[in-house]
């Protein structure tokens, strides 16, 4: 773990070593960097958070990340306001929103299309009137006989595809209705559709090193690191976590064997299908007493 966070301050310092460089001739960079630098840091911070286990209090390193990021956040919005009166409106077409809200899409996810906040979603509903739950009032006899129709074309169709088909003709149903209408017009279907459920397999290793599951993080790739690590699947032990700086298949074995030396050799390993495991892979196949002659 020390590894890690060595590699986590070096990226630190780099971070901080290019906001004091931009501040020291901003004219020599263009209007974006500003905002790309401001990705950085908040990617390093999410970074920093998750190795150190920190989210606040009185680390150092972690606040001035925060002060750096804000002070960059401000400038950006003073940018803005000097630019124009006021904080710009984001335009939301009322057709648009209107059209996905019918279509099933929660605020959430409307906010995360247009770049915004939720509640800038909702004022705009409330100002166009449109309301998120205004659901079609039908009998359960008339919605019994669209069901019968849309199950005699899809004999497979189950209750998703039942609310798709009905918002497609612009009828929106609660899902408990739709549930109810299934189970009335098309019971066998649904008895059929509750056996055929996926059922998670147990998992389950015999003892220590019968099995080693290895993969690789690759998120800090863009600095040029490359995060490899090991793990039992029967005690759960960590048998090697490195820090490397390139993704090679000679790097990974390397690792491999130095966990080999503290732990011993495993039965079993389990790896994606990345070039990067290939040389262990390889190593287990031609091993005496692990391969497929063995």
Known sequence: MDDIENVVFDLVKETVQEVLQYYSMPEAYGEEYSINLIDVIQQVLEVYVLINGCIDGDDEVLNTLKTLAQAMINEEESKIVIRRKGRPEILIDKDQLRYLVEQGFSVKHISLMFNCSRRTIERRMAEFEISLHKYSLLSDDYLDGITREIVALFPRCGENLLIGRLRSSGIVIQRERVRESLRRVDPTGVMARCRGRLHRRQYSVPSANALWH????????????????????????????NVSTNNLSNTVLHHFLKGVEEFGLPLRIRTDRGGENVAVASYMMNHPSRGPDS
Request: charged share 20%; hydrophobic share 45%.
């Open 214 to 241: 290895i993969d690789g993080y690759h998120k800090l790739i863009r600095w040029g690191y490359v995060i490899h690590g090991g793990i039992d699947g029967f005690s759960r032990l960590i048998t090697f976590l």
